[in-house]
Each structure stands twice: as structure tokens, then as C-alpha cells.
């Protein structure tokens, strides 16, 4: 965990360490700029699917930190 942790302290490096390579998900990194693109109150709002349910405790632990 640790080491994937710091691979990411570098986001402009690939794995955090190689330049010049395309990673799988860099035309995800834009953001869209505007206060009026934003969450009103910064709330995120989210269904789980009922699918997941016995993943429902350790997806509860992750939204708390």
C-alpha cells in the first residue's frame, strides 16, 4: 500500500516515476472550471446498488476517511 501511495505523490509521471509515457487514464485528469459546476454545499450525492451489500461496511469505512 505504501509503495502505491507514493507512486501517486507525482501524478505527472507515469506510475509515478517515468516521463514522457501516457498513462491509461490521463484524458480523465481534466477538470471543468466553474463554481456553478460545483456540488451545491460540497455533497456528493450516491446510490449504492443493492448488489453490493455485503461489500456495504468496507465501502462505508472508505467514504469516512
Known amino acids: ?3 502505491a501511495r507514493l507512486a501517486m505523490q507525482n501524478p ?7 516521463a ?3 498513462g491509461p487514464f490521463d484524458a480523465e485528469r481534466n477538470a471543468i ?4 459546476y460545483r456540488w451545491k454545499k460540497a455533497r456528493v450525492h450516491y446510490v449504492i446498488d443493492s448488489s453490493l451489500s455485503n461489500e456495504q461496511n468496507v465501502i462505508n469505512h472508505g467514504l469516512k476517511k
Open 1 to 3: 500500500q505504501e509503495e
Open 12 to 18: 505527472d509521471l507515469y506510475d509515478g516515476e517515468m
Open 20 to 22: 514522457g509515457i501516457d
Open 33 to 36: 472550471d466553474g463554481n456553478h
